[in-house]
């Protein structure tokens, strides 16, 4: 962003409305969930009027991207160089912000028919910004369809329990994961 | 279900209607999915009054309770006795019951917080029958966290992908899945 310093006096009352709309709207994503992501609950909570937030940003949609910018990226731990450490860390960091942000909600919201086209690249945003730390510790070890499987794989575990059994899976669901897909498990060969 | 033989009249006519209903609403639910599974829906498909259902099964759950009933147990392959094409078979039949059902929006839909105290053992109703194969066949080899993280990552090659990219996983994705499972990769130890 340029300075304040270098831009219109509307264009700097514009931005302070979005960095303030974004971070009200990425309170609301955390204390509630995406499905309360209202342009009702995000004005109250920035202490702007609804008719201003329709005015700029008159989709969920728009809300939920702004909620993201504020976000920045996920926590993404910093790697030890020992893959099974550092593939246990990505998958418990991606817990952690999957039951931050409710993300299997989003996701799920996101996959609503009823979300439209706009849907599909905030999708995509997330996905990205859940598997990056992943894909970079499974990049060297795994090409095509085998890093497409095992980036499923490991984001499954951590993203398909909320939905299948309604909890977010135990450290020890996690480590088994990890073991079993480079084949460090106490059942394979050393 | 008893024979009509030995039932008064109108458990007969409550059985022909609970079978029409249910038939009825498993069609609604195959052709519009879970989002569109409505009494208005479900009664004009089944040929009843709105009332009618309304009275028997007064919620979006009791509709989904009777399509599952009508549905029966979700299609499994034989098994032939090799892990690794046992293991490819149902992930392709459950890839194939995830379309034919939409089961992601289904699991998306119980998840909602606003589906009640009704939808978690219709979540794991789907769950046990989505995961019934692999557990027979992963059980033998997999135990305790091992083998829930094992069924959270087949299950999640098949039901994440529709999430997260909006795409069902291909062949490739299932093959190079099991192959990482059951350690028989090309980059592994034979």
């Given at each position: 962003?340029?300075?304040?310093?270098?831009?219109?006096?509307?264009?700097?009352?514009?931005?302070r409305t979005r960095?303030d709309v974004?971070?009200a709207a990425?309170?609301?994503?955390?204390?509630?969930?995406?499905?309360?992501?209202?342009h009702?609950?995000v004005a109250e909570q920035a202490g702007y009027s609804k008719t201003t937030l329709y005015a700029h940003w008159?989709?969920?949609?728009?809300?939920?991207?702004?909620?993201?910018?504020?976000?920045?990226?996920?926590?993404?731990?910093?790697?030890?160089?020992?893959?099974?450490?550092?593939?246990?860390?990505?998958?418990?960091?991606?817990?952690?912000?999957?039951?931050?942000?409710?993300?299997?909600?989003?996701?799920?919201?996101?996959?609503?028919?009823?979300?439209?086209?706009?849907?599909?690249?905030?999708?995509?945003?997330?996905?990205?910004?859940?598997?990056?730390?992943?894909?970079?510790?499974?990049?060297?070890?795994?090409?095509?369809?085998?890093?497409?499987?095992?980036?499923?794989?490991?984001?499954?575990?951590?993203?398909?329990?909320?939905?299948?059994?309604?909890?977010?899976?135990?450290?020890?669901?996690?480590?088994?994961?990890?073991?079993?897909?480079?084949?460090?498990?106490?059942?394979?060969?050393?």
């Open positions: 962003m340029p300075s304040s310093a270098d831009m219109p006096g509307q264009d700097v009352r514009v931005a960095a974004a971070r990425l309170a609301v994503l955390r204390a509630a969930g995406f499905d309360d992501l209202t009702a609950r008159p989709s969920r949609l728009d809300l939920l991207r702004l909620a993201l910018d504020a976000l920045g990226t996920l926590p993404h731990p910093r790697p030890t160089g020992d893959l099974r450490t550092d593939l246990v860390a990505e998958l418990t960091a991606f817990r952690g912000s999957l039951a931050d942000l409710r993300l299997d909600r989003v996701l799920c919201g996101l996959a609503d028919g009823s979300a439209g086209a706009d849907a599909a690249p905030l999708r995509d945003r997330i996905t990205a910004e859940a598997q990056y730390g992943l894909r970079v510790l499974l990049a060297p070890r795994f090409a095509g369809a085998r890093l497409d499987a095992a980036l499923s794989m490991l984001t499954g575990v951590v993203a398909c329990p909320s939905l299948m059994v309604g909890a977010l899976p135990d450290d020890a669901a996690l480590a088994a994961a990890v073991d079993m897909l480079i084949g460090s498990g106490e059942d394979s060969v050393r």
